[in-house]
């Protein structure tokens, strides 16, 4: 059993709620994408709950898989992220939410969580 | 028993294979991204094999969870991922996968995955 949310109690529109094809955990995997420079910022999670907080909020909310509780980015590092637009996926299973950004989106400090490790460089 | 490569047998640079974080079913999530124009296109899955494929081969390589193999990107299609840059999160569970993109990225004929269903629209 998970701490989360069960989608039929959760505040979620149910028709966006229909939609959705969660992993066996619950969740969707949520890409966010700084909205007007394109950069991917980091790739969190979200249950029903969570994606619901972040439509009506302004403010993106995840589920956290290793605390197994859910997390206001921002809320304790003030590296905000204002939501600014959300997209889900051809087969419900990925958000796309373009956020506007405040400092760095990593906990590392980084400005993006792919900064520090390229495997494979652009010639 | 999933049918894809131990990550043991896979040709897998080890130093690469010593960093990721797989899922119980040994994947890490695939952002995909435009290399120029910024577009998010679509979320994909590779496991060490694919991930190998994909950064030796110039052509973007992943594991169907559904089909349980591995897809060549435009194989039948036609439209093609070439590889431009390959980067790691973080926490080692996600990739950010920078490529060209021939024609259209999603199944459904849309340019990326994410063209039809906005949940939430910008201002």
Same mark, same amino acid.
């Given at each position: 059993?998970?701490?989360?949310?069960?989608?039929?109690?959760?505040?979620?529109?149910?028709?966006?709620?229909?939609?959705?094809?969660?992993?066996?955990?619950?969740?969707?995997?949520a890409?966010v994408?700084?909205? !007007?420079?394109?950069?991917?910022?980091? #790739?969190g999670?979200m @249950?029903? $709950?969570a994606? *619901?907080r972040t439509?009506?909020s302004d403010r993106a909310t995840y589920?956290?898989?290793?605390?197994?509780?859910?997390?206001v980015k921002g809320?304790?590092?003030?590296?905000r992220q204002w939501v600014?637009?959300v997209?889900? !996926?051809?087969?419900?299973?990925?958000? #796309?939410v373009?956020v @506007?950004? $405040?400092?760095? *989106?990593?906990?590392?400090?980084?400005?993006?969580?792919?900064?520090?490790?390229?495997?494979?460089?652009?010639?």
């Amino acid at each position: 059993m998970t701490g989360h949310t069960d989608p039929v109690t959760s505040s979620l529109d149910p028709s966006i709620a229909a939609r959705l094809k969660r992993s066996p955990d619950g969740l969707v995997a949520a890409i966010v994408q700084q909205h !007007d420079t394109g950069e991917v910022l980091m #790739l969190g999670w979200m @249950d029903d $709950e969570a994606l *619901a907080r972040t439509l009506t909020s302004d403010r993106a909310t995840y589920w956290s898989r290793s605390r197994q509780e859910y997390w206001v980015k921002g809320e304790t590092s003030g590296n905000r992220q204002w939501v600014k637009e959300v997209r889900l !996926d051809c087969d419900g299973d990925t958000l #796309l939410v373009k956020v @506007d950004q $405040e400092g760095p *989106a990593c906990h590392t400090g980084t400005r993006t969580c792919f900064d520090a490790d390229v495997l494979l460089a652009d010639d």
